[in-house]
Each structure stands twice: as structure tokens, then as C-alpha cells.
């Protein structure tokens, strides 16, 4: 067996999302961008190939050590769910991306850390992922049409979708939300 075998499932995966590649061009360079719960950081390593700067944030950041001598890369170990602060509390970004990753008390601080006008890329699983994989747990599923409640009359949502996802990096039912924060 390998050492790329022994590592996590999520870790093993390196493409980047057809959905955040999909709508990543509305995310110029040397934009600031935030990679939340980025695992083995697939999408903030992308972002930073594109000349961005990059926040990366996880609990467990042994699989972006590689970047801690990136000038563009910023990377921060932080339990997001253990009721710490906010890591990021007074930055903000022009781009935000999440995957796979789901913990509802920081959907309020995900919109405030996102500039006016900044891009949210988020993308994970949804109620009737159960059949297919992991996560089972209704409470790291989204409801139906979740997303779009958080996007309501905070963002402008250009792109959603919900149902079955044969062409990413884990089959299951997925939301995806693509919204630029409101200007006022």
C-alpha cells in the first residue's frame, strides 16, 4: 500500500471540483481568496496557481505543510466547529470557497467574511447523499433548497444546483451554489 492509499479519502483527492473550476473565472488573480476547510488544499492550491492570495483553514493542516514557505499562501490550523473564535474574525475575502465541508453556525460568518461583490463557490451534501456514501448524518446533510435560503436577500445567486453528481470527486446528492455578496 501506498502512503498516497493510507491518506484519508478526502485527502486523496486532488482535482479540483467541476463546479468550482466552472465558476473560479469570476475570481481574478492577486484576488484574496479563502479555501474553508480545505483538507489537502485541491482548490486553494488552484486559486494559487492563478496568482491569488490564498487563506487556507483547517483542523488538520499536515497535508499543506508544502505551503507554509508560499508568499501567497496563508495557512491556519483552527477547529471550526469546537466553538472557538472565528480564525478570520476582521478579514474579509473576494472569493470564498467550500467543499464538501458543512457546519451551519458559520454560514453568517462566511457571508460577513466575503468583500461586497465577492464570489462564493459552495458545494457538499445534501439529504438523499445517505444511499450513496458518506456522510449519512441528517445533520451534515442540507436540507432541500438550503443553500438557497442562505443565499436569500444576502446574495445573488447565479448558479445552483441539487440532485444526484456522477462527474465529482465523491458520487452523492449535492447542493451547489454559486453567489456574488450584494453590494450594499
Not at 457538499?124 to 444511499?131: K, Y
Not at 436569500?152 to 453528481?165: D, F, P, W
Request: with cysteine; net charge positive.
Amino acid at each position: 500500500m501506498s502512503n498516497t492509499d493510507k491518506k484519508p479519502k478526502h485527502l486523496r483527492i486532488t482535482q479540483i471540483s467541476p463546479w468550482v473550476k466552472r465558476w473560479s473565472h469570476l475570481i481574478d488573480a492577486h484576488k484574496t481568496v479563502l479555501d474553508l476547510a480545505s483538507g489537502g488544499g485541491r482548490h486553494g492550491r488552484y486559486f494559487l496557481g492563478l496568482g491569488c492570495l490564498v487563506s487556507m483553514v483547517d483542523k488538520n493542516i499536515e497535508a499543506l505543510a508544502d505551503l507554509k514557505t508560499n508568499p501567497l499562501a496563508a495557512v491556519i490550523q483552527a477547529d471550526l466547529e469546537d466553538g472557538s473564535p472565528w480564525p478570520l474574525k476582521g478579514r474579509t475575502f473576494d472569493g470564498i470557497v467550500v467543499v464538501n465541508y458543512l457546519h451551519r453556525p458559520l454560514f453568517d460568518k462566511i457571508i460577513a467574511s466575503l468583500n461586497p461583490g465577492g464570489v462564493l463557490i459552495y458545494e457538499t451534501f445534501a439529504v438523499g447523499n445517505e444511499v450513496y456514501s458518506r456522510p449519512r448524518n441528517p445533520n451534515h446533510l442540507l436540507k432541500n433548497g438550503e443553500l438557497l435560503d442562505l443565499a436569500h436577500e444576502k446574495l445573488n445567486v447565479l448558479g445552483y444546483e441539487h440532485g444526484l453528481v456522477t462527474n465529482a470527486d465523491i458520487t452523492g446528492v449535492k447542493q451547489r451554489l454559486c453567489a456574488l455578496k450584494n453590494e450594499i
